[in-house]
């Protein structure tokens, strides 16, 4: 069964750091860009973050540039997103998703498998 | 950058029709084949219903249909059924490697 698990999310403070996880099973992971896409309490979707297959470029919204990082570990099927300095507007449900694409540097296509979401709380 | 423009709201009794519009700039639509439509129920993981404009994933019923023209990309759901009941999301490529997303049309059915 093809799917994606997060895990890791919690309640924060500002100025601590935390670091979500994202477990590939029923699929070769390596051969896949993967996404970080969040959503606020009552808002709508927003991309986060995209790294690529092979794990050597990564991609950041605006918002997040900085303080954000997406990593890779091919060998244990987990992408990892590692949030520092998080602001109260990170606050959000935090999906990773998959893209369609094999094997290739051009994504953003369509995202065809995501997880059910690990939540982030900042407090201040 | 803005998210593209969905109305947010839409609905239609079983079996009518309802479609969804998504608007952006040109620069918004970085990709002209990149728009993808997402279907969101509460307390569930997204689905892809469409991507590169117009194409179904395996398993998405043919009652889901879409296209583009201009800065308009548009979603449409034939043959109402009470599961399509959900929140609805465009997304694009921007063409500076992000992806945006539109702000979300919630769809009644009646």
């Known amino acids: 069964q093809v799917q994606l698990v997060e895990s890791g999310g919690g309640v924060v403070q500002s100025g601590k750091s935390l670091r979500l996880s994202c477990a590939a099973s029923?699929?070769?992971?390596?051969?896949?860009?993967i996404h970080w896409v969040r959503q606020a309490p009552g808002r709508g979707l927003e991309w986060v973050a995209l790294?690529?297959?092979?794990?050597?470029?990564?991609h950041y919204a605006d918002s997040v540039k900085g303080r954000f990082t997406i990593s890779r570990d091919n060998s244990r099927n987990r992408v990892f997103l590692y949030i520092t300095s998080p602001r109260a507007e990170d606050t959000a449900l935090y999906y990773c998703?998959?893209?369609?694409?094999?094997?290739?540097?051009?994504?953003?296509?369509?995202?065809?498998?995501w997880g059910q979401g690990t939540t982030v709380t900042v407090s201040s | 950058q803005s998210a593209l423009t969905q109305p947010p709201s839409a609905s239609g009794s079983p079996g009518q029709s309802v479609t969804i519009s998504c608007t952006g700039t040109r620069t918004d639509f970085g990709d002209d084949n990149s728009v993808s439509w997402y279907q969101c129920h509460p307390g569930k993981a997204p689905k892809l219903v469409i991507y590169e404009v117009n194409k179904r994933p395996s398993g998405v019923p043919d009652r889901f249909s879409a296209s583009k023209s201009g800065n308009t990309a548009s979603l449409t759901v034939s043959g109402l059924q009470p599961e399509d009941e959900a929140d609805y999301y465009c997304s694009s490529y921007t063409g500076t490697n992000s992806l945006m997303f539109g702000g979300g049309t919630k769809v009644t059915v009646l």
């Open positions: 998703a998959r893209d369609m694409r094999v094997t290739v540097h051009s994504y953003f296509y369509g995202l065809d498998v």
């Open positions: 029923g699929f070769i992971l390596n051969n896949y860009g």
């Open positions: 790294i690529h297959f092979d794990g050597v470029t990564q």
